[in-house]
Each structure stands twice: as structure tokens, then as C-alpha cells.
């Protein structure tokens, strides 16, 4: 069926990102898996040609356009060449939203122009050695003195968590309240007992660094709070959810296409008995069924990539697209590395890279069995 999501300014976007990743990203990933983390100057690079915060506004030196379909366009075309290290979907999908959308004028002023020129890489510490869906369980606490929070307590998991200099910590600042003694405070680079712990050595993602936080005794502003007043915490994060969920959905449908295209070509040229092994009977069931599967996602992730610019994407619609694709994702790769039987195990042949990266796809931003919990409970139980 024809894809009908993009119009013609899109596709010439999709040219640029894709000329970009081409001169600066491909020839050098594969370094970048080595060690662990991706050189801050492609991040000025990309944001020299207008990869970062598209929503906001051009008086700090972004587009002023709030239209995901952008977005997706970089999304689908960083997964397209399996550029797992760049850790932009964090930046331009998860994060804009709390710089754009909770900032008052004065931190507009000190932050978005660094944000989408590239210059101000930005994370989020949400999750804890003792608390990862259960955001209610943090332990991590900000404490009022003065002009001042002083924030105590450790993250991991943390993307983007060595090249950040701006992360919004989620910290109790008032830990008797339960969600509504939840905030969000931007914690900086450089500020007094803000440190790094290890550049976690993950399955796959090799390139992205993802990395523990500790803060000590850290003295951060008032003037860095988030939102207009404390508590607003915890409801921030929910209304900013069913767009990362929608971006990872996004991203798991790229991979799937990509690695079921790139199977098909394996299965006319490879040969085994005689014959291409896409002439068995078995290898075009299974590649049908995939097919098929992935179309059908591949239409109703468009359909939610619309109702988000329409400011009509909900919280059960976003888990739904997030656990099927992501699920779909580990599902096709999988059969994918099968039918390129010992070849696919090799790391030379790219099905195998795509299979140790999708594995996560599942977990962060919620497990699957955390969205279908969401689901479920929308039915009135």
C-alpha cells in the first residue's frame, strides 16, 4: 500500500539527513562502537544543518515547527544505516518537549539556543538502581535551601550520560507527598558533586554511552526548576511519554523494514541444494508473514505519528504502538538472522548488529508488559 505520511518538504529534508549521515556517521560508526561514545563535534555538525529542536522557536535558533514527521525522518534514516551510537532521538524527541514546552523565558534564553545548535546535549535521569518503571519509587531527593535545591541520590541506565551537559533529574522534593513530591531540575555540567560513573558496557548500542550519575550534596538554582511550581514532577513525565513511545516505535518499525529488505536480497543471491534459498517454500512463508506484519505496523505507527501532530495521541494508543513494534522488531530480526543461517552470526553481516541492538527496544521506555499493564487497565478493570 502506498505511504502517504510525508510531503515533498520531508523528502528533501530526508535528502540532507541522509547526504549528512552518509559524509559523517558511516564512515566512522564502527570506530565509535570501539570506543563507546560518539565525538561531540558530530553533534555541532548535525545541528549546523537543522537536525535538532525543530519545535523551538526561531528566536533561539530553531525551526518554530511542531510536526514529528520531521522527527521520524531522522529516526528512520539513522536506523536505516544502523547508527545505534547516535543518541539524537533522545535529544530531538524526548527531551525537546520539557526545554520547549516548561522552560519560562529566562531559561529559554540560557539553554534552547545551545539545544538546537548542538552545542547543549541533553538527558534525562529517571531511572535508579532500585526504581526503573516504578518512577514513584526514586529515591533521589532535592531538598530546598535557600535560592537553592540540593540534590542527593544516583541514576543508571543514563543515555546520553557522558556527553550531556544539560539532564533533567527527576528527584523527590518533597518525599512524604509520594507523586506529588516529584520534580524535574536541570542539573548541569560542571556544577560541585555532579559526577559520572562508569560508560555502562552494554550487549549492543556499543557507541551509545549510557552511564551511572551521582549527585552529592549538588547545589542547583532554584532558577532550574522545571515548570512553574514543585510536585508537577511526576505528571511532566506522563504527559511527555506517549511521545518517546511514539519515537521508539518509529524506530523499531525502521529496523524491522530495513533488515527484512536487506534479508529478501540475502535470500535471491545466497544458495543452498542448488537453488536460491528464497525458492524454498519455508523461506517465502516466513518472509510473507513478515512482510505483512511489518505493513500493517508500518501503518498504524504513520496513523499515530498524525494524531500526535494533531495533539490527539493518548497514552494507550502510544503503549500500543510501542510494545507491538518493539516486540515485532525483536521478532523479525530474529527470524531475519535465521535465514541467513551461520552467516548470520557473523558481525560482518549487518542482520547481526541489528539483532544485539533491538534487544533493548523492549525494555526502555517502558517494558512491554508495563504497556500492556496501561492497556489493560483503560478497560474499566
Known amino acids: 500500500m502506498q505511504r502517504d505520511l510525508f510531503e515533498e518538504e520531508h523528502e528533501l529534508f530526508r535528502e540532507t539527513v541522509r547526504e549528512f549521515l552518509a559524509r559523517e556517521v558511516v564512515p566512522h560508526h564502527a570506530q565509535w562502537e570501539k570506543d563507546g561514545i560518539v565525538p561531540r563535534e558530530v553533534w555541532k555538525k548535525a545541528g549546523e544543518i537543522g537536525m535538532f529542536g525543530f519545535g523551538v522557536p526561531e528566536e533561539y535558533g530553531g525551526a518554530g515547527?511542531?510536526?514529528?514527521?520531521?522527527?521520524?525522518?531522522?529516526l528512520e534514516e539513522v536506523i536505516r544505516i544502523g547508527a545505534s551510537g547516535l543518541g539524537f532521538s533522545l535529544h530531538?524527541?524526548?527531551?525537546?518537549?520539557?526545554?520547549?514546552?516548561?522552560?519560562?523565558?529566562?531559561?529559554?534564553?540560557?539553554?534552547?539556543?545551545?539545544?538546537?545548535?548542538?552545542?547543549?546535549?541533553?538527558?534525562?535521569?529517571?531511572?535508579?538502581?532500585?526504581?526503573?518503571?516504578?518512577?514513584?519509587?526514586?529515591?533521589?531527593?532535592?531538598?530546598?535551601?535557600?535560592?537553592?535545591?540540593?540534590?542527593?541520590?544516583?541514576?543508571?541506565?543514563?543515555?546520553?550520560?557522558?556527553?550531556?551537559?544539560?539532564?533533567?533529574?527527576?528527584?523527590?522534593t518533597d518525599p512524604a507527598a509520594g507523586a506529588r513530591g516529584t520534580s524535574l531540575l536541570v542539573v548541569e555540567r560542571g556544577m560541585e558533586g555532579f559526577s559520572r560513573g562508569r560508560n555502562l558496557e552494554k550487549i549492543g548500542m556499543h557507541a551509545q554511552d549510557t552511564a551511572e550519575l551521582f549527585f552529592d550534596n549538588v547545589r542547583v538554582p532554584a532558577a532550574n526548576l522545571l515548570g512553574e511550581e514543585e510536585g508537577q514532577g511526576f505528571f511532566q513525565l506522563m504527559a511527555n511519554l506517549p511521545q518517546e513511545r511514539l519515537s521508539i516505535a518509529v524506530m523499531a518499525v525502521a529496523a524491522a523494514e530495513t533488515v527484512l529488505r536487506t534479508t529478501i536480497d540475502y535470500c535471491k543471491s545466497r544458495t543452498a541444494f542448488g537453488r536460491s534459498i528464497g525458492s524454498f517454500q519455508n523461506t517465502r512463508f516466513v518472509?510473507?508473514?513478515?512482510?505483512?506484519?511489518?505493513?500493517?505496523?508500518?501503518?498504524?505507527?504513520?496513523?499515530?505519528?498524525?494524531a500526535l501532530n494533531a495533539k490527539e495521541l493518548s497514552v494507550v494508543d502510544a503503549a500500543k504502538a510501542k510494545w507491538w513494534t518493539t516486540e515485532l522488531q525483536t521478532k523479525v530480526i530474529d527470524r531475519c538472522l535465521q535465514l541467513h543461517g551461520g552467516y548470520g552470526y557473523m558481525m560482518e553481516y549487518p542482520?547481526?548488529?541489528?539483532?544485539?541492538d533491538s534487544r533493548v527496544q523492549t525494555i526502555y521506555g517502558g517494558t512491554t508488559e508495563i504497556m500492556k499493564e496501561i492497556i489493560g487497565r483503560s478497560f474499566g478493570f
Open 287 to 306: 518472509l510473507a508473514e513478515l512482510d505483512t506484519e511489518v505493513e500493517i505496523a508500518r501503518h498504524y505507527v504513520d496513523k499515530c505519528v498524525r
Open 351 to 356: 542482520v547481526a548488529k541489528a539483532w544485539i
Open 65 to 74: 515547527i511542531t510536526d514529528f514527521r520531521y522527527n521520524s525522518v531522522i
Open 92 to 172: 530531538n524527541d524526548v527531551m525537546a518537549p520539557y526545554f520547549v514546552d516548561l522552560t519560562n523565558d529566562e531559561q529559554k534564553g540560557r539553554w534552547l539556543p545551545g539545544f538546537a545548535s548542538g552545542e547543549l546535549i541533553t538527558a534525562v535521569a529517571m531511572t535508579e538502581p532500585g526504581a526503573g518503571s516504578d518512577l514513584q519509587g526514586i529515591r533521589t531527593t532535592a531538598l530546598r535551601e535557600g535560592d537553592h535545591y540540593v540534590v542527593n541520590g544516583q541514576k543508571t541506565f543514563i543515555t546520553n550520560g557522558i556527553n550531556s551537559d544539560l539532564v533533567v533529574v527527576v528527584a523527590k
